[in-house]
């Protein structure tokens, strides 16, 4: 079945320090693929998709681009904040229609 | 335009006891999900609705959990009895189906604690 894996956390980062977190994902066919934030206490929100192959999803300085090839979607900002601090989670949809999330990583930002 | 609206956003019930969650899904959506949130094991899927029908159950836990959704606007997730180990984050979420690529909304959450 659908599965997705992205790399273990806690990261902590410097604030304007450069952000990667990895994600690789098992699925059959052209699944759409998801980037979600959940912040303290909150639900989670959509950070930015793409829907095939080569797309950049981007949103808020946050990017990721659908690799069909290495069949990853890392995310990446160039420069965190402090508000930055969350849990990301990468996820997908196939051909079930449900999302399959990955574990989540935290993200610690500091001054 | 109204997001999902999840109902009660904190219960803290005690063990035995019937809960009932509450979800209102995005005018026009058609697809709806019921997730659960643990530090233990992540986010799990319990179930899904496509056009009011259940579709996947397979993650509901066991027979103490059930859900319904009447009518396009309403679903329910009950537990009965409750058990501590029930204790978690309940989320509910829609989508329009028909595209892989449509975006799953989620509610804020209902917390559930079982004392």
């Known amino acids: 079945g659908d599965s997705v894996t992205q790399m273990e956390g806690p990261v902590t980062l410097s604030e304007e320090a450069f952000l990667t977190i990895n994600c690789t994902y098992t699925?059959?066919?052209?699944?759409?693929l998801f980037w979600y934030v959940q912040y303290p206490g909150e639900g989670l929100q959509l950070l930015l998709k793409a829907t095939k192959a080569d797309d950049k999803g981007s949103n808020k300085g946050f990017e990721a681009t659908y690799r069909k090839e290495t069949t990853s979607f890392h995310l990446e900002k160039g420069s965190v904040q402090v508000s930055d601090s969350a849990v990301y989670f990468c996820a997908l949809t196939g051909t079930a229609s449900k999302l399959t999330f990955g574990t989540g990583t935290r993200l610690q930002v500091t001054l | 335009d109204a997001g999902v609206i999840q109902s009660p956003r904190h219960e803290v019930t005690e063990m035995g006891q019937e809960v009932t969650l509450r979800c209102k899904p995005i005018?026009?959506?058609?697809?709806l999900f019921w997730y659960r949130q643990t530090m233990m094991r992540g986010l799990e899927l319990l179930i899904y609705f496509n056009n009011n029908v259940p579709i996947d159950d397979s993650g509901m836990p066991e027979d103490r959990f059930s859900a319904k959704m009447p009518n396009a606007s309403f679903s329910t997730l009950k537990i009965q009895p409750s058990e501590p180990r029930d204790s978690a984050v309940y989320f509910c979420?829609?989508?329009?189906?028909?595209?892989?690529?449509?975006?799953?909304?989620f509610g804020e959450g209902s917390w559930l604690t079982v004392v």
């Open positions: 005018s026009g959506h058609n697809s």
């Open positions: 699925a059959t066919g052209y699944p759409s």
């Open positions: 979420a829609s989508r329009q189906q028909g595209f892989t690529g449509n975006t799953i909304y």
